[in-house]
């Protein structure tokens, strides 16, 4: 279906002038969203850094759990499901952790390889916080979207596919970015 527009197929044995409506490629309806999911991801790289300097372990329960029960407040006041909410940024936080602790560990290996310099973790956590309000409102705009069975599904696969092969992604970012869209549709 790639390269046919506004989503419609012919009819293999009908008159060249009819067509089958598929409802369109969804794919771009959660590119927003997924671009957001990507930059997140990519930020995990600074978190990686400035914990590899700090010392500090990947996990941070009570920096999760702050994250968590705002989100869940901030989904009541946008009228869309705590619980989903919830599950979606628990993902993008298990997605940053997939990031964080490969990096970790190739650098632990390869130390030519680490970084020189380690970034403040409190300028990396404003970023994550702009993005979280940011994800807020895409979730809220791909809200019905995301609770359409397969067309999510669909639409989250070109999205993903097309995110990743925007930024480059490498084979430890794209596994965080499977593990950042287990609970977006």
Same mark, same amino acid.
């Given at each position: 279906?790639?390269?046919?527009?506004?989503?419609?197929m012919p009819v293999a044995d009908a008159a060249?002038?009819?067509?089958?409506?598929?409802?369109?490629?969804?794919?771009?309806?959660?590119?927003?969203?997924?671009?957001?999911?990507?930059?997140?991801?990519?930020?995990?790289?600074?978190?990686?850094?400035?914990?590899?300097?700090?010392?500090?372990?990947?996990?941070?329960?009570?920096?999760?759990?702050?994250? %968590?029960?705002?989100?869940?407040?901030?989904?009541?006041?946008?009228? #869309?499901? $705590? @619980?989903? *909410? &919830? +599950?979606?940024?628990?993902?993008?936080?298990?997605?940053?952790?997939?990031?964080?602790?490969?990096?970790?560990?190739?650098?632990?290996?390869?130390?030519?390889?680490?970084?020189?310099?380690?970034?403040?973790?409190?300028?990396?956590?404003?970023?994550?916080?702009?993005?979280?309000?940011?994800?807020?409102?895409?979730?809220?705009?791909?809200?019905? %979207?995301?609770?359409?069975?397969?067309?999510?599904?669909?639409?989250? #696969?070109? $999205? @993903?596919? *097309? &995110? +990743?092969?925007?930024?480059?992604?490498?084979?430890?970012?794209?596994?965080?970015?499977?593990?950042?869209?287990?609970?977006?549709?």
């Amino acid at each position: 279906m790639v390269g046919l527009s506004a989503g419609v197929m012919p009819v293999a044995d009908a008159a060249p002038q009819q067509v089958v409506q598929l409802g369109g490629v969804p794919g771009d309806q959660l590119n927003g969203l997924t671009e957001l999911v990507v930059q997140r991801i990519l930020i995990a790289d600074d978190v990686a850094a400035s914990k590899y300097f700090s010392g500090k372990p990947v996990d941070d329960p009570v920096r999760e759990q702050q994250i %968590l029960t705002s989100v869940r407040a901030s989904a009541v006041q946008l009228g #869309i499901d $705590a @619980d989903e *909410t &919830a +599950a979606f940024f628990q993902a993008q936080i298990d997605a940053s952790k997939v990031v964080q602790r490969g990096l970790l560990a190739y650098w632990a290996a390869h130390p030519d390889q680490a970084p020189t310099t380690g970034p403040d973790l409190t300028v990396i956590r404003q970023k994550l916080d702009a993005l979280t309000t940011q994800l807020l409102t895409e979730l809220v705009r791909t809200n019905n %979207l995301r609770h359409s069975g397969l067309h999510c599904d669909v639409a989250l #696969i070109v $999205a @993903d596919a *097309t &995110a +990743a092969a925007r930024h480059h992604v490498d084979a430890l970012h794209r596994a965080a970015l499977r593990t950042a869209s287990t609970a977006t549709c």
